[in-house]
């Protein structure tokens, strides 16, 4: 029975057993000969399997199955653990960066008072600023039901007072004794880079070359 980690699949016969992120790795890989991309770039061509082992070694690094369907498969020697480093850390910075954007409910009556419309509209344009949604809804209580144009002004109002920072995301809408509208931040919320997120061009250069072998690979698995 297979290891837990590994998932494995049937393609032309042959078994491949998957690392948990997609690339075997040194003697892990199990073909007799591979097609070979050292550190630099260079298409070194086919090689048995345990010598381009070896080669990577020997210059401290290690053979990373990249391009599995490729016939034979494409390798390519690399530092294995700072790739993985490097991957998580970009995975783990694009997460941390995420803007979330919420909806935040500003609820007022036909009958709100000025102090209190004056509260709730300082409080939503300080959640709008923040480049989130509110919600408002007038909601009417007992007959104010029969004087909806009461809820569609102070509606009206709130949205001429928000105006210079939101426009309109949902029209007015009635549910049940409930009026309700959304406002979203006029325009899009910059948001600036955290320091992190600059990698060296060897990075980049490695990532870019990793691409485009793979791309080359399924293409070639295609054919």
Same mark, same amino acid.
């Given at each position: 029975?297979?290891?837990?980690?590994?998932?494995?699949?049937?393609? $032309?016969?042959?078994?491949?057993?998957?690392?948990? !992120?997609?690339?075997?790795?040194? #003697?892990?890989?199990?073909?007799?000969?591979?097609?070979?991309?050292?550190? =630099?770039?260079?298409?070194?061509?086919?090689? +048995?399997? $345990?010598?381009?082992?070896?080669?990577?070694?020997? &210059?401290?690094?290690?053979?990373?199955?990249?391009?599995?369907?490729? @016939?034979?498969?494409?390798?390519?020697?690399?530092?294995?653990?700072?790739?993985?480093?490097?991957?998580?850390?970009?995975?783990?910075?694009?997460?941390?960066?995420?803007?979330?954007?919420?909806?935040?409910?500003?609820?007022? =009556? +036909? &009958? =709100?008072?000025?102090? !209190?419309?004056?509260?709730?509209?300082? #409080?939503?344009?300080?959640?709008?600023?923040?480049?989130?949604?509110?919600? /408002?809804? /007038?909601?009417?209580?007992?007959?104010?039901?029969?004087?909806?144009?009461?809820?569609? $002004?102070?509606? !009206?109002?709130?949205?001429?007072?928000?105006?210079?920072?939101?426009?309109?995301?949902?029209?007015?809408?009635?549910?049940?004794? *409930?009026?309700?509208?959304?406002?979203?931040?006029?325009?899009?919320?910059?948001? =600036? +880079? #955290? +320091?992190?997120? @600059? #990698?060296?061009?060897?990075?980049?250069?490695?990532?870019?070359?990793?691409?485009?072998?793979?791309?080359?690979?399924?293409?070639? *698995?295609?054919?």
């Amino acid at each position: 029975m297979g290891r837990p980690w590994a998932k494995q699949r049937i393609f $032309a016969g042959v078994f491949i057993a998957y690392e948990k !992120d997609g690339l075997r790795v040194n #003697h892990k890989i199990r073909v007799p000969e591979v097609t070979v991309i050292d550190d =630099t770039g260079l298409n070194i061509g086919a090689v +048995p399997t $345990a010598k381009a082992v070896e080669m990577a070694q020997s &210059r401290g690094l290690d053979l990373v199955e990249v391009a599995p369907m490729a @016939k034979p498969p494409v390798c390519r020697f690399m530092d294995y653990g700072k790739f993985k480093y490097r991957k998580n850390k970009k995975a783990h910075e694009a997460k941390r960066n995420q803007k979330i954007i919420r909806v935040k409910e500003v609820k007022m =009556t +036909p &009958r =709100t008072s000025e102090h !209190d419309y004056q509260f709730k509209l300082n #409080h939503a344009k300080r959640f709008l600023g923040e480049g989130n949604k509110a919600k /408002v809804t /007038v909601y009417f209580k007992g007959r104010q039901i029969d004087h909806k144009e009461l809820g569609q $002004a102070m509606l !009206d109002r709130f949205l001429e007072d928000t105006k210079e920072f939101a426009v309109v995301g949902q029209t007015p809408k009635l549910e049940g004794r *409930a009026l309700s509208m959304i406002l979203e931040p006029k325009g899009k919320i910059k948001m =600036t +880079p #955290h +320091p992190a997120q @600059k #990698h060296d061009d060897d990075d980049d250069d490695d990532d870019d070359l990793t691409k485009d072998i793979l791309e080359k690979g399924e293409s070639s *698995a295609e054919d």
